[in-house]
T-cell receptor, first 115, second 113 residues
Framework: GDSVTQMEGPVTLSEEAFLTINCTYTATGYPSLFWYVQYPGEGLQLLLKATKADDKGSNKGFEATYRKETTSFHLEKGSVQVSDSAVYFC??????????????FGKGTKLSVIP | SQTIHQWPATLVQPVGSPLSLECTVE??????LYWYRQAAGRGLQLLFY??????ISSEVPQNLSASRPQDRQFILSSKKLLLSDSGFYLC????????????FGEGSRLTVL
């Protein structure tokens, strides 16, 4: 079945450091790929997405490129801020016909940014 | 624009008591709706999803049930709570785009004592 594997946390960085959170996937068909962010005590927010190979999703300084050859969708940010402290989830959807989708999440990576 | 709301935001209940968590979506019709649970230190677990009124699919056998009495209302219930039901419950609806992403509510934190 479909699966998403993301790097285990927690990850602790100093402010202005470079961030990479690795995400790899296995899926049948042609998945769309997503990163969600969950700030403390809140629900999940869609951070960025990419729907086909070589697409780059970007938002709030975060980027991720859909790499079909390596089945990866790593999240990057050049300079993190304290406000980026959150849990990040990698996810994929695969169409299952008749307008239905199978959504699969990774286990989440907790990021803490210290001043 | 579409919005999704959950309540209550926080709930503390004794073991054996009933539960009702409510989720309402506005600004869309006939949405696919989902209930997820996030236990402490764990990922997201899909509990139920619904493609229409009265149509509920359960992903894992458990102490919980779901109902969809109206098009934009999704309710998570239990007759008798267990300690293991504690967690953060998230309702979501699927967007109309053909990429299948979900949009989540604010969450309801349940503590069973």
């Amino acid at each position: 079945g479909d699966s998403v594997t993301q790097m285990e946390g927690p990850v602790t960085l100093s402010e202005e450091a470079f961030l990479t959170i690795n995400c790899t996937y296995t899926a049948t068909g042609y998945p769309s790929l997503f990163w969600y962010v969950q700030y403390p005590g809140e629900g999940l927010q869609l951070l960025l997405k990419a729907t086909k190979a070589d697409d780059k999703g970007s938002n709030k300084g975060f980027e991720a490129t859909y790499r079909k050859e390596t089945t990866s969708f790593h999240l990057e940010k050049g300079s993190v801020q304290v406000s980026d402290s959150a849990v990040y989830f990698c996810a994929l959807t695969v169409p299952r016909g008749a307008g239905s989708y199978q959504l699969t999440f990774g286990k989440g990576t907790k990021l803490s940014v210290i001043p | 624009s579409q919005t999704i709301h959950q309540w209550p935001a926080t709930l503390v209940q004794p073991v054996g008591s009933p539960l009702s968590l409510e989720c309402t979506v506005e600004g869309t019709s006939n949405p696919n709706l989902y209930w997820y649970r996030q236990a402490a230190g764990r990922g997201l677990q899909l509990l139920f999803y619904s493609v229409g009124i009265g149509q509920i699919s359960s992903e894992v056998p458990q102490n919980l049930s779901a109902s969809r009495p109206q098009d934009r209302q999704f309710i998570l219930s239990s007759k008798k709570l267990l300690l293991s039901d504690s967690g953060f419950y998230l309702c979501a609806w699927r967007g109309q785009l053909n990429t299948g992403e979900l949009f989540f509510g604010e969450g309801s934190r349940l503590t069973v004592l």
